[in-house]
């Protein structure tokens, strides 16, 4: 007796697929809270493990207390570099005097401008602005409940990513045999599964430590460039252009505001655009060399891939979700490379990297 066999259609397919990624969006929207530090807790463990096992087999310290001790290596770190930028802004503040009678002016010089230019006589723009900084005013209140709110959120959506850190690298063993023991492989470095945790340990290790550097050499080279120029607070902002530099694409372009704002209130407007134009120029430098000699190869995703990715982690985490966009999608990619079925969207998440490499090796073999 013959078994008929029934060929699901192609819409039916599509219908189930699109269900699919609807629920699967739904449910990381509503999980954000839990998922969003779970999933820098995991990027930070991933970081973390070397020095974790280093403590561990160097110094013989238990498990628990050699992720506490890397966990405070690693908030001291951070925390240094907020204490450098703290005290710029610290300098910065006491130029308040200053910076107040800059704006003043440069006020009072617009005004002039939309005047001449627009046909708007001052007197109508001062009771725009009065009439704006009321509403502002009115609704200060509000605002700094907002703020107080936001900053509560902040320091509670840090303290679940430090303890996420030291629990995955407290039972990293447990998590991974347990991944082991859902798909039925043991362990070993012939196993499909191992294969696959090794690699995406590798590469977003080396993917984090990439940024981190592009961010060192951008913060040092801006700061150079900031002192040649003669910018009053040029190590501050050589250090924003730095950190807003791992924001993907946004990022530059909030360093070029900050920067040329700060330099405009601190000097003249010729200096403000001598340092955007420096900006630019730094940017470019470090995505056509910088990024691809530091960061390049550990993480092969192509720019369209990318740039979608990006765009929908905004949409659902918001700036985190950027953050962690183009991990997730290397995450993706690596267990879709070792899955046969998978192995097309491993390649579309890619790109044309695989078949170059293989071309340039066979290349330098004849």
């Known amino acids: 007796m013959m078994i008929k066999t029934t060929q699901v259609?192609?819409?039916?397919?599509?219908?189930?697929?699109?269900?699919?990624?609807i629920t699967l969006g739904y449910l990381i929207i509503i999980g954000k809270e839990i998922l969003d530090p779970l999933m820098f807790g995991f990027l930070f463990a991933i970081l973390l493990l070397p020095l974790s096992n280093f403590l561990e087999k160097r110094f013989k310290l238990p498990r628990s207390?050699?992720?506490?001790?890397?966990?405070?290596?690693?908030?001291?770190?951070?925390?240094g570099i907020f204490y450098l930028v703290g005290s710029q802004i610290t300098d910065l503040s006491r130029d308040w005097p200053l910076l107040k009678e800059q704006i003043t002016k440069s006020s009072h010089d617009t005004?002039?401008?939309?005047?001449?230019?627009?046909?708007?006589?001052?007197?109508?723009?001062?009771?725009?602005i009065d009439d704006t900084t009321n509403k502002i005013l009115a609704s200060g209140g509000a605002v700094l409940g907002t703020t107080f709110g936001a900053v509560s959120s902040l320091f509670l959506f840090y303290?679940?990513?430090?303890?996420?850190?030291?629990?995955?690298?407290?039972?990293?063993?447990?998590?991974?045999?347990?991944?082991?023991?859902?798909?039925?492989?043991?362990?070993?470095?012939?196993?499909?599964?191992?294969?696959?945790?090794?690699?995406?340990?590798?590469?977003?290790?080396?993917?984090?430590v990439g940024l981190l550097l592009e961010m060192l050499i951008v913060s040092a080279v801006a700061?150079?460039?900031?002192?040649?120029?003669?910018?009053?607070?040029?190590?501050?902002?050589?250090?924003i252009t730095g950190l807003f530099n791992i924001i993907p694409y946004i990022g530059i372009f909030s360093a070029l505001v900050l920067s040329s704002l700060i330099t405009f209130a601190t000097g003249a407007i010729a200096k403000a655009v001598i340092v955007a134009i420096c900006v630019i120029v730094i940017h470019i430098l470090d995505a056509n060399l910088l990024l691809p000699m530091v960061v390049g190869s550990k993480v092969r995703l192509n720019a369209l891939i990318t740039f979608i990715g990006i765009v929908l982690g905004e949409m659902l985490w918001g700036l985190s979700g950027m953050f962690l966009s183009i991990p997730t999608i290397a995450i993706m990619k690596i267990v879709f490379d070792h899955i046969d079925s998978l192995k097309p969207w491993g390649y579309l998440l890619g790109g044309d990297y695989e078949y170059k490499d293989e071309a340039q090796k066979e290349m330098k073999t004849e």
């Open 111 to 128: 005004q002039l401008w939309v005047q001449h230019t627009f046909h708007v006589n001052t007197e109508k723009q001062r009771v725009y």
């Open 9 to 21: 259609p192609f819409y039916a397919k599509l219908a189930l697929v699109l269900i699919g990624l």
């Open 65 to 79: 207390m050699a992720g506490f001790v890397s966990i405070l290596l690693m908030v001291g770190f951070i925390g």
């Open 159 to 208: 303290t679940f990513i430090l303890i996420f850190t030291f629990l995955i690298l407290l039972y990293r063993r447990l998590l991974f045999r347990f991944v082991l023991k859902v798909f039925g492989e043991e362990e070993g470095e012939t196993s499909v599964v191992y294969a696959i945790v090794e690699n995406i340990q590798r590469i977003l290790r080396q993917y984090i």
């Open 223 to 239: 700061c150079v460039v900031f002192l040649i120029v003669g910018v009053k607070y040029a190590v501050l902002l050589g250090v």
